[in-house]
């Protein structure tokens, strides 16, 4: 079992990565790639998800779901950096014949379990995994992460009322609440969107509030999580492209361009030494495009 | 090779009735008893295809996820990505709000979901539009993955389901809500993509799927002294039997579609987009071509534009064309 410092180390490097990824794409999701970080590192780092690297498709893993399919550059660096992958593959982020694809495609990158980007599907995929575990009798647990935009959907409902319905207590949500989506703030676009906690204890799940960029808050909130009654959720309040200054809290950055002087600015915020020109320090295999090319 | 069914296969003179949607629960039903993957998923219309008591003897495979049709699929695709096969089911007209979701957790993620929209067309006629499902076969249709089957009959039910249980891809099955005629013998032939010629003539190829495909051998045995008519039961809209469509229109050199679909998107297009592009004749399609409104379903069908009068039309107006 890793220590929570361990955990935070393994989270630093994929958020690095991840912005390496994203820069050599010129396009993206820094924002929740890096608000559900903590997230994913406790699931696949910290002993949480039952996985193995060697064998994604081990049938007694425990599936996880990115609903928020937007935020797949954090889950490829997480992964990679799990084992499933070379970390070099990270280079192909967004490029033809990668399967580093823009959201999330199931079976396109080892370790990505279904495919998302049009929002509020994943729970009513994971209610249906978590009825396919009971029928057969196995303790796989489905983990369905989903952001705080994302519960805007109607459909995010449905699913969450059958959760009940069923009893589904081998089902566990994080709702990634980092308070932006992008055309503003949350509260702004969509002002009774909370208190989402309630909306959950409405239809009788098993709530708890995190600071889902507290790594120690995160491993303590998913195992509480894995013993509680019924479905739950925890409401991970976040901030959008944690910790990098210029991201933080900052709704632009749902999707943005990283040029190469936030880039450097980002990796200096995350302590990564890299070059000050562009080379195999800012992303292993990068490889400039030269003017012949550009043409 | 094409399947061809010889009109010994047909038998209308029993002249029964019976509901195509009633037929569905019992035939699931028998292949879910040996057949564990097989489960049953509802936005609260499992009883209107005749599963709730299947649901009350077998709960392990019903799930009814209230009137939630995104939910229906969305758990439907959580399941065939488990590995059971489910049959996601509810009117057809409710269908449309959920799309989405076939695109993207049934159809990006490559699952096998078998989708049945009940109440095709206007069969639900008194309950009036909302009710009706006109854009369903078309809806499905422009679905990378999906095959299309429109159910003909009661008898064709059985043979329908089973062959959408292991076909590759995931299928949509549309069933009628009103008693129909049932003129296809017990358990006929069937393949999903291979046609059945129902009678076969020399002037015109008449396609036609659904419950029209019975009532189009009603209407050109009447016809048969003026006009010598070849019938296909093309019930699969997609993939069509291009082999089967194309020996046909080449020996007739018209052709007629007719469904109970708006005139767009459905079989008719299906036929031309073939045609067009491999073998164009003179052709005309009939099929509604804007909403309907309630009235009970046999008065609708002339009301809407496919009616035994809408097909004899198309048919005098494809001919006049080919003879042009």
């Known amino acids: ?295 | 090779m094409t399947m061809i069914t010889p009109a010994s296969d047909v038998d209308l003179t029993a002249g029964e009735l019976v509901a195509i949607r009633r037929a569905f629960g019992p035939v699931f039903e028998s292949l879910a008893e040996t057949d564990r993957r097989l489960v049953a998923v509802t936005a609260d219309l499992g009883g209107s295809v005749n599963l709730a008591g299947f649901g009350e003897r077998n709960p392990s495979q019903y799930f009814n996820c209230g009137v939630a049709e995104m939910n229906m699929i969305g758990i439907s695709a959580g399941l065939a990505m488990a590995g059971y096969v489910p049959y996601a089911i509810t009117f057809g007209s409710f269908l449309g709000r959920a799309m989405d979701h076939v695109r993207q957790s049934i159809g990006h993620n490559k699952l096998k979901v078998n989708i049945v929209g009940s109440h095709g067309g206007i069969s639900n006629g008194k309950d009036g539009p909302s009710a009706h499902a006109i854009e369903d076969v078309g809806f499905f249709r422009s679905m990378p993955p999906f095959a299309v089957v429109v159910v003909a009959d009661a008898n064709q039910v059985g043979p329908a389901i089973r062959a959408s249980v292991d076909y590759p891809n995931p299928v949509y099955l549309r069933l009628y809500r009103e008693p129909t005629p049932v003129f296809y013998k017990e358990n006929p032939p069937f393949g999903i993509g291979k046609a059945n010629v129902l009678r076969p003539g020399s002037d015109v190829t008449l396609v036609a799927c659904g419950p029209h495909a019975g009532y189009c051998l009603r209407w050109i045995d009447v016809w048969s002294k003026d006009v010598s008519v070849e019938l296909i039961d093309s019930h699969t809209v997609k993939p069509l039997d291009e082999e089967i469509l194309l020996e046909s229109v080449a020996r007739t050199g018209a052709v007629v579609t007719v469904e109970d679909h708006y005139v767009n998107g459905g079989l008719g297009s299906a036929v031309a987009e073939l045609l067009s592009e491999r073998y164009p004749v003179p052709m005309q399609r009939v099929g509604l071509t804007s909403y309907a409104t309630s009235g009970p379903y046999y008065e609708l069908l002339d009301h809407v534009g496919i009616g035994e009068r809408a097909v004899r039309e198309a048919i005098e107006t494809v001919l006049s064309r080919r003879h042009a």
């Open chain 1, 1 to 295: 079992m890793r220590s929570i410092n361990e955990l935070e180390a393994i989270a630093r490097q994929c958020r690095v990565d991840a912005l390496k990824a994203l820069w050599c794409a010129q396009s993206g999701h820094p924002g929740s790639s890096l608000s559900l970080m903590d997230v994913m590192v406790a699931l696949y780092h910290g002993g949480i998800a039952q996985h193995d690297p060697a064998h994604p498709d081990w049938e007694r893993r425990d599936r996880v779901i990115l609903s928020v399919g937007h935020a797949v550059p954090g889950l490829y660096s997480c992964l990679a950096h799990a084992g499933y992958a070379p970390v070099a593959k990270l280079v192909g982020l967004r490029q033809y014949g990668t399967g580093l694809e823009g959201h999330a495609k199931r079976g396109s990158f080892p370790g990505v379990e279904c495919s998302a980007g049009s929002l509020g599907q994943g729970l009513s995929i994971g209610v249906g995994l978590a009825l396919a575990a009971r029928l057969r009798s196995d303790d796989t647990r489905v983990f369905v992460l989903m952001s705080d935009g994302e519960q805007e959907e109607g459909s995010v409902w449905e699913a969450a009322m059958s959760a009940t319905k069923w009893d589904l207590g081998n089902l566990i949500a994080v709702v990634d609440k980092n308070g932006n989506q992008i055309n503003g703030p949350t509260s702004v676009v969509m002002p009774t969107l909370d208190p989402i906690g309630d909306k959950y204890k409405a239809s009788h799940w098993s709530v708890r509030e995190i600071n889902g960029n507290n790594m120690a808050q995160v491993v303590a909130g998913l195992n509480w999580a894995l013993k509680a009654a019924g479905p739950s959720v925890l409401i991970s309040h976040t901030e959008t492209g944690f910790p990098i200054s210029f991201m933080m809290g900052d709704y632009h950055w749902h999707h943005g361009v990283l040029t190469s002087e936030l880039f450097l600015t980002a990796m200096t915020d995350l302590n990564e030494p890299v070059s000050d020109d562009p080379d195999e320090t800012w992303m292993p295999g990068y490889q400039p495009v030269t003017q012949e090319e550009t043409k």
